[in-house]
């Protein structure tokens, strides 16, 4: 099962651009404060709308599945059935502003 990683995230009405670094972030020339989240698994009963793709961490986190999808020509379900990842739904908890 998929275990937690932290990235930074532009804080916006939603949450977009994330990236590992908050360097990176700052690169899109963000107005809004850039805010370091946790993302993990859903709690049993838990909703959320981000999905990602998990490949030993979580990459491609985007707030809607179709979003993951694109990032892959062929689709995500050939990659899946090789073995190479997963598609998850997962829940973000916002932490403390990057420095």
Not at 10 to 29: D, F, I, Q, S, T
Not at 60 to 73: A, E, L, M, R, S
Request: aromatic residues 14%; hydrophobic residues 35%.
């Amino acid at each position: 099962m998929p275990s937690p990683n932290s990235s930074c995230f532009e804080h916006r009405p939603w949450l977009a651009n994330l990236y590992e670094e908050c360097g990176l972030v700052k690169m899109c020339g963000t107005q809004y404060p850039i805010v370091p989240v946790l993302v993990r698994d859903l709690e049993p009963g838990e909703t959320s709308e981000y999905w990602a793709w998990w490949s030993n961490k979580f990459m491609f986190v985007y707030p809607g599945k179709v979003c993951v999808d694109i990032c892959f020509p062929y689709g995500p379900e050939v990659l899946e059935k090789a073995g190479e990842g997963i598609r998850v739904n997962v829940a973000i908890d916002v932490l403390e502003g990057c420095k």
